[in-house]
């Protein structure tokens, strides 16, 4: 059991870390965080790599406060959060649409995917729900990206 101070510690320097955008990553190197026991994670994962994209991942037990930090609001959270090139990836957002994100470069804080509908990628089974892909900036605006 970690002791508050290691604790204290490790946050501040997770947040500290998301201070900047991930621009210290290679282009198309996905940082994933999630909780060590989210399978849809696992899968989305398995999703970007089967895509061509490097990723890592770092399990957490406390994504809501990298979102907080972030600009993430309730309504745009789902179950992971990844970085790349200096966007923020909120939950399950296709890999073919954060090429798009990379290849357009809009001033945006990132995408999301708000909750976890099915048949988005790392979702997927019998059946498939309609959703978006939701463009966030510091503003709290969203814009629709695209539809699934």
């Known amino acids: 059991m970690r002791t508050k101070l290691e604790s204290f510690l490790r946050h501040g320097v997770l947040l500290a870390s998301f201070a900047l ?8 190197e996905v940082m994933v965080y999630k909780d060590p026991n989210c399978g849809c994670c696992n899968a989305w994962v398995d999703h970007m790599k089967a895509n061509g994209f490097q990723v890592q991942v770092e399990d957490t037990r ?15 959270a789902s179950c992971h959060t990844a970085f790349v090139d200096g966007y923020v990836i909120e939950g399950h957002v296709p890999a073919a649409d954060v090429k798009r994100l990379l290849a357009e470069r809009p001033q ?19 059946t498939k729900q309609p959703y978006n892909v939701v463009t966030f900036s510091k503003g709290g605006e969203t814009e629709v990206f695209s539809r699934h």
């Open 62 to 76: 406390d994504v809501n406060s990298i979102k907080q930090a972030n600009g993430l609001t309730r309504e745009l």
């Open 21 to 28: 955008p991930m621009a210290a990553s290679a282009a198309g």
């Open 108 to 126: 945006i804080i990132g995408l999301a995917v708000p909750g976890m509908p099915m048949g988005s990628p790392g979702m997927e089974g019998p």
